[in-house]
């Protein structure tokens, strides 16, 4: 594999694979995550991983940050963070799989990150369902939690700022939709539970 490092010999290339069900925004939430780090004039790619999967069946979606430019095309084993948008979706799928040691995990749960047992990993919780329904953020009457748990993301990593998540949102959506997913994001952000 190659790695890519700047001139202070730190690895530039983040990946983050996203675990969810079908119809969660998966794929939204990885093309939403490239936007707003492309905003900030960093290098990335995002794209899917899933066959004939229905809806609410186990999904993959996969989202590269670098400062410089991606020479990789496959699918990420070893990501620097994993994002699960689906408070459950550990219990069916190891989504520690190939997780980098010192890797970080942001969930969608109720639970603090002390309370979900994840072989020692660092984790970072936030309601992105409860944020969510306080909204109204809803589609086909199911929550969506692929904006929110963006915020969060920004905030248990800094990889990339609230601020460009926001834009990457308000610039997919406008009017109102954009301002509510916006909203969302910035909510989870203050929510967000670190676990370290």
């Known amino acids: 594999m190659t790695l890519l490092f700047s001139t202070e010999g730190r690895n530039v290339l983040k ?6 069900r079908g119809g969660q925004g998966s794929v939204t939430a990885a ?23 229905r809806r609410g069946a186990p999904v993959k ?37 190939g997780l980098k ?6 969930m969608n749960t109720t639970k603090k990150p002390e309370a979900i047992d994840l072989k020692g990993r660092r984790i970072a919780t936030v309601d992105a369902t409860g944020v969510a329904l306080e909204l109204g953020l809803l589609v086909a009457g199911l929550p969506v939690v692929n904006t929110s748990i963006l915020g969060a993301f920004a905030k248990a990593t800094g990889e990339v700022k609230l601020e ?14 954009g301002e509510k997913n916006a909203n969302a994001a910035e909510l989870a952000y203050k929510r967000l539970i670190k676990g370290w």
């Open 15 to 20: 990946e983050i694979r996203i675990h969810g």
């Open 31 to 53: 093309q939403l995550l490239a936007h707003a780090a492309f905003i900030e004039s960093k290098w990335v790619q995002a794209f899917p991983y899933f066959g004939a999967e």
């Open 61 to 97: 979606a996969f989202a590269r940050i670098s400062d410089a430019p991606i020479l990789l095309h496959s699918q990420i084993y070893n990501p620097d963070y994993i994002i699960a948008l689906d408070p459950n979706i550990y219990e069916i799928v190891d989504v520690t799989e």
């Open 101 to 106: 040691k010192d890797g970080t995990i942001i």
């Open 164 to 177: 460009s998540i926001l834009k990457a949102i308000k610039e997919t959506w406008s009017g109102s939709t």
